[in-house]
């Protein structure tokens, strides 16, 4: 290997070894919902027709946390099960159960997909 690809290799690994390497993101139910639901980092449980406010907190692996500047969004991979609205507020986001079922919410992390959340959306709930 040549003496530039050398250095190049090593200022890739310097570079890399320095960003936050994804382990999960937090999801903090932030409105209460008149019925019960459930949101957790690898589920999200939710009757039809409710909806609910969630914040988002990705968390890193290694020692180099996620800075302000980090881009966290979220999508249904079936918007007739669960839809998802950006708020405001970055990393806020309403999920909404539309119809009973189960998708998966993509995490993306700077427009990179890095989990997939179960979701579970139950008939609505009875009155």
């Known amino acids: 290997m040549g003496r530039g690809r050398i250095v190049c290799a090593l200022a890739a690994a310097v570079i890399a070894g320095c960003q936050p ?3 999960s ?3 903090v139910a932030v409105s209460t919902p008149p019925v019960e639901v459930t949101v957790r980092d690898f589920l999200v449980e939710l ?3 409710t909806a609910v406010v ?3 907190v990705p968390r890193s692996g ?9 881009v966290v969004d979220l999508v249904s991979d079936d918007p007739d099960v669960m839809d998802v609205f950006g708020r405001p507020t970055a990393r806020e986001f309403v999920l909404v159960g539309i119809d009973a079922g189960e998708t998966c919410l993509r ?3 700077d427009g990179m997909v890095r989990d ?6 139950e008939p609505p709930a009875a009155d």
């Open 21 to 23: 390497a994804f382990d």
């Open 25 to 27: 993101v937090d999801l």
């Open 47 to 49: 009757p039809a027709g």
């Open 54 to 56: 969630v914040a988002t």
């Open 62 to 70: 290694n020692r180099h946390d996620y800075d302000d500047e980090t």
């Open 107 to 109: 995490v993306h992390i």
């Open 116 to 121: 997939c959340i179960d979701v579970v959306v």
